[in-house]
């Protein structure tokens, strides 16, 4: 089985904000697509079944209108499935997001992709007896995958993408990979995880982006966590006023004595109530795991400090006052400073 298509629409405002996610995640996080089973070809359905589609690589776009005379197709990024499962009567694909689909020959005008589209519609009813699939395993050749130039790559996807009604008023958001106070990525894990060690601050970039100045302005760019077990370390909130902009958030795990979980949501959306603008937001899930140098540094002090703290008793009145008393109050220093656990508020 060759590689596989998922098309997301936007027949209902959740499928439509998948894919601005879609076009928002770093590399390697994972998102999820669900179709009922009328939506998934036979042939994927019974590979679902069998698991033969864990491990392949697919192209996840956009879809609306399929049925009319004016279909709109556009491939925004390729991915891999990480797993694959019939939930009841839902199919669930959980897609680790890879490189972003190469745009440069495919058009950008309105009239171009709709051209082009029908093609593609016409194609892939042919492949399955005149019926519409959103997620099929057989399909027209996509564009290729390209894993560098990810500003412009992201950028011609967000553009094509304004060109359609759905989307024309709307943000378009990326997230870079989490950095850590010295510059190194935090790599996602099969299950889509990140893990950060407590104590270490880390660093979410982000890049916004819109074509036209949304009508309903009160636009805010969001990052919130659980607020104990990680918090935000800079302003939470940034008020979108420009088409282009780069915002930082910093973000601190707290110290614990056990390893945690957390989940950093990054949003992009009108707070106008009544909105009709898309939005995006982004989900990472991220373990908070024991520094394990601090813990034995932490021990070492502790363990210091109650033999300090016992020593005078040891030593027994024929010892100096002076050495007894130090030997106290240091010990009671190390002591404190080894069973201290910083609070994350």
Same mark, same amino acid.
């Given at each position: 089985? =060759?590689?596989?298509?998922?098309?997301?629409?936007?027949?209902?405002?959740?499928?439509a904000e998948d894919i601005q996610t879609v076009l928002a995640l770093?590399?390697?996080?994972?998102?999820?697509?669900?179709?009922?089973?009328?939506?998934?070809?036979?042939?994927?359905?019974?590979?679902?079944?069998?698991?033969?589609?864990?491990?392949?690589?697919?192209?996840?776009?956009?879809?609306?209108? %399929?049925?009319?005379?004016?279909?709109?197709?556009?491939?925004?990024?390729?991915?891999?499935?990480? =797993?694959?499962?019939?939930?009841?009567?839902?199919?669930?694909?959980?897609?680790?997001?890879?490189?972003?689909?190469?745009?440069?020959?495919?058009?950008?005008?309105?009239?171009?992709?709709?051209?082009?589209?029908?093609?593609?519609?016409?194609r892939l009813k042919m492949n399955e007896s005149g019926s519409f699939?959103?997620?099929?395993?057989?399909?027209?050749?996509?564009?290729?995958?390209?894993?560098?130039?990810?500003?412009?790559?992201?950028?011609?996807?967000? !553009?094509?993408?304004?060109?359609?009604?759905?989307?024309?008023?709307?943000?378009?958001?990326?997230?870079?990979p989490v950095e850590t106070q010295g510059r190194t990525e935090l790599?996602?894990?099969?299950?889509?995880?990140?893990?950060?060690?407590?104590?270490?601050?880390?660093?979410?970039?982000?890049?916004?982006? %819109?074509?036209?100045?949304?009508?309903?302005?009160?636009? =805010?760019?969001?990052?919130?966590?659980?607020?104990?077990?990680?918090?935000?370390?800079?302003?939470?909130?940034?008020?979108?006023?420009?088409?282009?902009?780069?915002?930082?958030?910093?973000?601190?795990?707290?110290?614990?004595?056990?390893?945690?979980?957390?989940?950093?949501?990054?949003?992009?959306?009108?707070?106008?109530?009544? %909105?009709?603008?898309?939005?995006?937001?982004?989900?990472?899930?991220?373990?908070?795991?024991?520094? !394990?140098?601090?813990?034995?540094?932490?021990?070492?002090?502790?363990?210091?400090?109650?033999?300090?703290?016992?020593?005078?008793?040891?030593?027994?009145?024929?010892?100096?006052?002076?050495?007894?008393?130090?030997?106290?109050?240091?010990?009671?220093?190390?002591?404190?400073?080894?069973?201290?656990?910083?609070?994350?508020?």
């Amino acid at each position: 089985m =060759k590689d596989l298509l998922f098309l997301s629409s936007d027949d209902r405002r959740r499928y439509a904000e998948d894919i601005q996610t879609v076009l928002a995640l770093p590399r390697g996080a994972i998102i999820q697509f669900r179709y009922r089973e009328r939506w998934v070809t036979p042939t994927l359905q019974r590979a679902v079944a069998t698991h033969q589609v864990e491990g392949l690589p697919a192209v996840l776009g956009f879809v609306s209108g %399929a049925s009319t005379r004016d279909p709109f197709v556009l491939p925004v990024r390729h991915a891999t499935v990480a =797993k694959a499962e019939l939930i009841a009567d839902m199919f669930v694909f959980k897609l680790r997001a890879g490189g972003y689909a190469n745009l440069e020959q495919y058009p950008s005008s309105w009239n171009e992709i709709v051209s082009t589209s029908r093609g593609i519609v016409s194609r892939l009813k042919m492949n399955e007896s005149g019926s519409f699939y959103p997620a099929t395993s057989t399909h027209p050749v996509m564009p290729e995958e390209v894993t560098d130039d990810v500003p412009e790559r992201w950028l011609a996807a967000a !553009r094509r993408l304004a060109v359609h009604p759905t989307f024309r008023d709307s943000y378009f958001l990326r997230v870079a990979p989490v950095e850590t106070q010295g510059r190194t990525e935090l790599s996602f894990d099969s299950n889509g995880r990140m893990t950060a060690v407590d104590g270490e601050s880390l660093r979410i970039t982000t890049h916004i982006f %819109a074509e036209n100045y949304a009508p309903d302005a009160e636009y =805010k760019l969001t990052c919130s966590t659980d607020g104990t077990n990680l918090r935000v370390a800079s302003d939470d909130v940034y008020n979108v006023a420009l088409r282009y902009d780069t915002v930082e958030f910093w973000l601190h795990p707290a110290a614990q004595n056990f390893d945690t979980f957390s989940r950093v949501t990054i949003s992009l959306a009108s707070e106008k109530q009544g %909105a009709t603008t898309i939005a995006a937001n982004v989900r990472l899930p991220l373990i908070v795991s024991r520094s !394990r140098p601090r813990m034995f540094r932490r021990w070492s002090a502790a363990s210091t400090g109650a033999v300090l703290v016992a020593l005078p008793s040891m030593l027994g009145n024929d010892s100096p006052l002076q050495v007894r008393i130090a030997a106290a109050l240091v010990g009671a220093g190390l002591l404190a400073t080894g069973t201290l656990v910083r609070s994350s508020k």
